[in-house]
C-alpha cells in the first residue's frame, strides 16, 4: 500500500502559486526526503499532507484516505514536526508531552516519549530552560511517541549541531524500522542522501527528479546530491 | 446625544399645581413656581389625578398639591405642606437633572415665604427658617411609592445596577483577553500548527478555549459578585430604605435570568476574542486586540450609569441593544421593575450573536486562514501602529 499519494497537487496562496502540480508517491515504511532550496515549496507540501493547508487543485491520499473529506481520520494517523516548532514554555517537557499525550490513547506513549527525548533529569525542567536541541529532541519526541503510521518533518534537523542532528537522525531511522513512514524536507543535501530511502528534488515548486539517492548519483555520474541538483537545475 | 442631553437639562421642567388654598401664600407659593418653572397645569380641588395624567403625557417633572389649610396654617406657626408627586422617568444621573431644578425650586418657596414672616415680625424662629414642609409621593415606571424621592430611588438603584455593568466589564475584558492572548501565545509559540494536526476536532479546539477562559470569568463573576453585595449592603443599611417594601425587588426568578443573561453575554465576548484572536501574530499584537473588546464593554457602562435605556433617544437605545455586553448590563434594573420584555429579547439576542460568532469562529479553524494569515483587512486595521 502506499502511504501518500499526491496528484498533481496545486497551492497558491492568493496570486503566488507555491506548488505548481507535483505528484509522488511514497510506499508505507519508506523514509521519504523532500529535498530544495529555500522557497521551494517544500514547508507548503508539508503542510496540505498534515492536513493544515487547503489544496487549490490535485489530490492527495494518505493511507487510501481523501485529504480533502476525511482530515480527522488522517490526523487520527499522522503526526507532524513543524518546521521551527515550538512548545508550551511554561510546561516542563514531561508536562508536555502527558499534554499531547491525552489527545491519543494513554499513558504509556508518555514514558515512550520521555526515552526518544532522552533529556535526562531535565525532562522535569521547564521547556524555556532548555537548549534548541533540547527542545527538537522533545518535539521529535512528542511527534513519534505515538507511533503514528507517517511522520511529517519539516526539516527536523536544520539549526541543529553536529551532535545533535545525528541524534536526531538516528531517532529517524529507529522509527522508521519500527515501521513508521517518514515524509521530511530539508534543504541540507548532503546529510540527506544517508537518511532517505528515496528523495524527491523540488525546485520552484516542481517536482525535477525522483529516486533513490545511489541511483540519482550514478544517473549524473554525481559525487554528492547536490551535484545532481546543480545537474539537474542546469 | 451628549448635546441634547444639556438642553434637555437647562430647559425649565414642566409642573403642574393643585391649589385647594386659595389663599395668600399658595398664590406666593406659585409665583415663585412661575418663574422658576413652566407650570402646564393649573387647578383646584379633587384634580390631582387628572393633573398627573396631562403631566406624563407632556414629559411633566411633579405636581405640588396645597391643601386647604396651607395659608391658615403659616398664618397659626404651624409647618404646611407641600405635596410633592414626582414623575420619575429613569434612574440615570442624567434622568434625575430635573428632579434637582425642581428640589431647588422648593427651597426658593420656602426662602421666599420665610423673608416674609420674618419682615412681619414672626419670632418662633425654628418655624419661620423652615415653614414649608414637603411630603413626596414618586411615580416611577406605573408604581406609586410614598415617602420616597427620586434621588433616593436613583441612588439605592444605581448603587445595585452598577454593580452587574462594572462586573460585567471587569470579567470580558479580563476573559476575553486571556482568549485573545492565548491565541497569540499559540502563534507566538509556535504551537499552533501542532494543536492543529492532531486528533481533535477544531470546533472542540474553539470550545476548548472559550470554556476554559468562560469558567475563570465565572469564578471571577461570583468573587467579586460576593464583594461588591458586602459593600451594597453596608451602604444600604445606612439608607434605612428598603425598596423591597415598594415591592421593587428580584425573586429567584429574576435572578435566574441575569445570570442566563451574564452567562450568554460572556458567551458571545469570549468567541467575539476568538474570532479576533485569529488575528493575533505574538502576545504583544493579541495585547492591542484587545483594545476593541474593551471599549465595547466600556460603552454600554457608561450609557447605562447617565441614563435609564427608557429614556435614551431611538439610535442610543438601537446601539445600546445592539452591544451584546449591554443586556446583563440592564437587566438587573428592569427586572427590577418587572420588565421582562427587554430582558428575555436581549437574552434571545445576545444567545444569537454568540452562536453566530462561535460559528465564525469555528470556521475559521476548519480554513486554512489561522496558518496562512490571510484575512486581511482587519489585519491591516488593527495592526498598524
Ligand atoms: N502564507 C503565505 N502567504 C504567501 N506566500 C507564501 C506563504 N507561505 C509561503 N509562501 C510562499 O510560497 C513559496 C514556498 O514557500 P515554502 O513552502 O515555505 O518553501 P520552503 O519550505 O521550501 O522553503 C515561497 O515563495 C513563499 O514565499
Ligand atoms: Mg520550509
Known amino acids: 500500500m502506499n502511504a501518500i499519494e ?126 534548541k536541541g533540547m527542545t527538537r529532541r522533545l518535539l521529535v519526541a512528542r511527534a513519534l511517541m505515538n507511533s503514528p503510521k507517517l511522520a511529517i518533518l519539516d526539516e527536523p534537523t536544520t539549526g541543529l549541531d553536529v551532535i545533535n542532528a545525528q541524534e536526531i537522525r538516528k531517532i529517524i531511522q529507529k522509527i522508521a524500522k519500527d515501521g513508521t513512514t517518514v515524509l521530511l524536507s530539508s534543504h541540507n543535501m548532503l546529510e540527506i542522501e544517508f537518511l532517505c530511502d528515496r528523495i524527491a528534488l523540488i525546485n520552484e515548486g516542481k517536482i525535477i527528479e525522483e529516486g533513490n539517492p545511489e541511483e540519482l548519483k550514478r544517473k549524473y555520474s554525481a559525487r554528492n546530491i547536490e551535484e545532481v541538483f546543480t545537474e539537474v537545475v542546469s | 446625544m451628549i448635546g441634547g442631553t444639556m438642553e434637555e437639562a437647562q430647559k425649565k421642567p414642566l409642573i403642574g399645581i393643585v391649589d385647594n388654598d386659595n389663599g395668600v401664600f399658595s398664590s406666593i407659593t406659585k409665583n415663585v413656581t412661575k418663574s422658576m418653572a413652566e407650570v402646564i397645569y393649573d387647578e383646584s380641588g379633587e384634580k390631582v389625578d387628572e393633573g398627573l395624567e396631562i403631566l406624563k403625557e407632556k414629559g411633566g417633572t411633579a405636581l405640588f398639591l396645597m391643601p386647604e389649610n396651607f395659608t391658615y396654617n403659616i398664618l397659626n406657626n404651624i409647618s404646611a405642606v407641600i405635596h410633592v408627586y414626582w414623575i420619575m ?16 425650586i422648593m427651597y426658593q418657596i420656602n ?119 458586602y459593600y451594597i449592603n453596608s451602604f444600604q443599611q445606612s439608607m434605612e430604605i428598603n425598596l423591597a417594601g415598594y415591592g421593587i425587588s428580584l425573586n429567584f426568578f429574576d435572578y435566574v435570568l441575569i445570570g442566563i443573561s451574564v452567562f450568554f453575554s460572556l458567551l458571545s465576548a469570549l468567541s467575539l476574542c476568538m474570532v479576533l484572536g485569529t488575528f493575533a501574530k505574538n502576545y504583544k499584537s493579541a495585547q492591542t486586540l484587545t483594545v476593541p473588546v474593551s471599549i465595547l464593554a466600556i460603552i454600554p457602562m457608561f450609557i447605562i450609569m447617565f441614563k435609564d435605556f427608557d429614556t435614551l433617544p431611538f439610535t442610543l437605545k438601537i446601539i445600546l441593544f445592539a452591544i451584546p455586553f449591554s443586556h446583563p448590563m440592564m437587566a438587573m434594573r428592569s ?51
Open chain 1, 6 to 131: 499526491v496528484n498533481n497537487l496545486v497551492k497558491r496562496y492568493g496570486k503566488i502559486e507555491a506548488v505548481k502540480g507535483i505528484s509522488f508517491k511514497v510506499k508505507e515504511g519508506e523514509i521519504f526526503g523532500l529535498i530544495g532550496p529555500n522557497g521551494a515549496g517544500k514547508t507548503t507540501t508539508l503542510r496540505i499532507v498534515a492536513t493544515l493547508l487547503q489544496i487549490t487543485e490535485g489530490e492527495v491520499k494518505i493511507f487510501e484516505y481523501d485529504l480533502k473529506k476525511d482530515a480527522d481520520e488522517i490526523r487520527k494517523i499522522i503526526s507532524y514536526l513543524p518546521e521551527d516548532a515550538g512548545a508550551y514554555k511554561n510546561l516542563t517537557g514531561r508536562e508536555y508531552l502527558r499534554f499531547i499525550a491525552g489527545f491519543f490513547d494513554g499513558e504509556e506513549i508518555v514514558e515512550k516519549g520521555i526515552k526518544i527525548a532522552d533529556l535526562g533529569r531535565r525532562i522535569d525542567d521547564k521547556i524555556e530552560t532548555y537548549s
Open chain 2, 89 to 104: 422617568k429613569g434612574a440615570g444621573i442624567m434622568d434625575m437633572v430635573s428632579s434637582d431644578v425642581v428640589e431647588n
Open chain 2, 111 to 229: 426662602q421666599k415665604i420665610s423673608e416674609i414672616l420674618i419682615e412681619k415680625g414672626k419670632m418662633n424662629s425654628s418655624f419661620v427658617l423652615s415653614p414649608i414642609k414637603k411630603e413626596e409621593t414618586t411615580i416611577f415606571k406605573g408604581k406609586e411609592m410614598e415617602g420616597i424621592s427620586p434621588s433616593t430611588i436613583g441612588n439605592i438603584l444605581s448603587s445595585q445596577s452598577t454593580t452587574v455593568p462594572i462586573i460585567m466589564m471587569i470579567i470580558i475584558i479580563m476573559a476575553g483577553g486571556m482568549v485573545i492572548s492565548s491565541m497569540g501565545m499559540e502563534k507566538e509559540n509556535k504551537t499552533l500548527e501542532t494543536l492543529l494536526t492532531l486528533p481533535v476536532r477544531r470546533s472542540s479546539i474553539v470550545f476548548g478555549k472559550i470554556v476554559g477562559s468562560a469558567i475563570v470569568g465565572l469564578i471571577m463573576a461570583i468573587v467579586y459578585m460576593i464583594g461588591f453585595s
Open chain 2, 335 to 385: 427586572l427590577l421593575f418587572k420588565n421582562y420584555f427587554i430582558v428575555i429579547a436581549g437574552i434571545l439576542y445576545v444567545a444569537i450573536f454568540a452562536f453566530i460568532l462561535i460559528m465564525i469562529a469555528v470556521w475559521v479553524f476548519k480554513t486554512d486562514k489561522l496558518i496562512t494569515g490571510r484575512i486581511k483587512s482587519p489585519r491591516k486595521f488593527f495592526m498598524r501602529r
